[in-house]
């Protein structure tokens, strides 16, 4: 048996994190308050954008900025077949009508096939950074721009990371998540950014309930709020997380070294422009490897690499999107086949000395070599 499992994901909570809960605790202020705001000051400098409001869920985030920009029933929202289910969920819960534009061979949407599916009712392109790879920004804000819609990035798997000098969440609306398992965390929490000043007013009057001011109801709203105690876990997080994003790239680097050139294995695209911030290590295991994908998984397993497969389907291949009135059936024949090529190794900053070397090991072994 292996010495230890190498998981998939981990998380580090230190006592910077423990110190600032601990203030919370002691403050008797554990609601949305002076930590949250700390949480979006610290968003507003790593996006380099005007405004950030914090949020209870990279979901509602999405939600919430759907439902702030407008979007009203049967305008369309084109997204990434290849996604979580949160991105096709927002959609629907702010009652859009979800289309599918194809990936590439980076698992991101491909530029012309977003710009194929606009139309009449096209109000929205939802791109999702993957992986922690930003999509096209630069061609998606040319259509965007030509045809006047709004953007909002799905940037859940990528904070920190950059197309040029901009970083993710600055091209449109950005939508970020703390969930337990993303590079940095809250346990639950979500963030979005902007430089559309009313646009933040909205998402701040909407998470409250609809309140300016205590009982000034302004409009329709919620309680999307986020708690100090929350940010203030995310908050001891930011500080490591330039360190725990150069140890990702690093822990990538070694991979690719390693595994390029192996017969039935692709590794991860990189774009010379773009920063990947390896949210995922994400291998593509092809027709010409000696096992199947699932066979190579489960391989790896035994020899106590954990791996993940994110994501087995494409999003809408559900019964339950595949009957949804809202959801269409757009074809997207790159999001189906690397639906069955994925497997992510893993890629965590807090891999320990040794783990990289097991992993290449082993992954050698299995796929023959
Ligand atoms: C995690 C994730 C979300 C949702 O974030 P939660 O904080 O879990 O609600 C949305 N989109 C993508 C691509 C994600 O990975």
Redesign the pocket.
């Known amino acids: 048996m292996p010495q230890h499992r190498i998981r998939v994901s981990e998380v580090r909570i230190g006592s910077d994190e423990e110190r600032l809960v601990l203030e919370v605790l002691r403050s008797g202020h554990l609601a949305q308050g002076p930590v949250v705001e700390r949480l979006e000051e610290h968003f507003r400098s790593l996006t380099g954008t005007s405004h950030a409001v914090a949020l209870n869920?990279?979901?509602?985030?999405?939600v919430a900025t759907l439902q702030s920009i407008g979007i009203e029933p049967g305008d369309e929202v084109v997204t990434s077949p290849f996604?979580?289910?949160?991105?096709l969920n927002?959609i629907l819960q702010a009652g859009a009508v979800a289309r599918f534009a194809d990936i590439g061979p980076d698992f991101n949407v491909l530029p012309d096939s977003v710009d194929a599916l606009i139309g009449p009712r096209t109000r929205a392109l939802l791109p999702?950074?993957?992986y922690g790879q930003p999509a096209d920004m630069t061609s998606i804000e040319e259509i965007a721009t030509r045809h006047g819609l709004t953007i909002v990035e799905?940037a859940?798997?990528a904070v920190g990371a950059r197309v040029g000098t901009r970083r993710v969440g600055s091209f449109g609306v950005g939508?970020?998540?703390?969930?337990a398992?993303?590079n940095i965390t809250s346990g639950?929490?979500?963030m979005v950014t902007t430089d559309d000043e009313s646009l933040a007013d909205r998402l701040r009057v909407l998470r409250n309930q609809g309140m300016r001011a205590r009982y000034e109801y302004v409009s329709v709203g919620h309680n999307y709020r986020l708690t100090d105690l929350q940010a203030a876990v995310a908050v001891g997080q930011v500080s490591h997380l330039e360190d725990w994003t150069r140890a990702r790239q690093r822990n990538a680097l070694a991979l690719t070294a390693a595994i390029e050139g192996t017969p039935g294995l692709l590794t991860p695209i990189t774009h010379a422009d773009r920063e990947h911030v390896y949210?995922q290590y994400t291998l593509r295991v092809t027709d010409e490897a000696l096992m199947t994908r699932d066979e190579a998984a489960h391989s790896l397993g035994e020899l106590g690499i954990e791996t993940g497969i994110?994501y087995p389907r494409a999003v809408f291949d559900y019964p339950t999107f595949r009957e949804h009135p809202r959801v269409a059936n757009d074809p997207c024949p790159n999001a189906h086949q690397a639906a069955g090529e994925v497997l992510s190794l893993p890629v965590h900053p807090h891999l320990e000395p040794g783990d990289l070397d097991l992993i290449i090991e082993s992954v050698l072994k299995t796929f023959g070599t």
């Open positions: 869920s990279g979901t509602t985030a999405l996604t979580f289910v949160a991105t927002a999702v950074h993957l799905d859940a798997q939508c970020f998540s703390l969930y398992t993303k639950e929490g979500g949210h994110y």
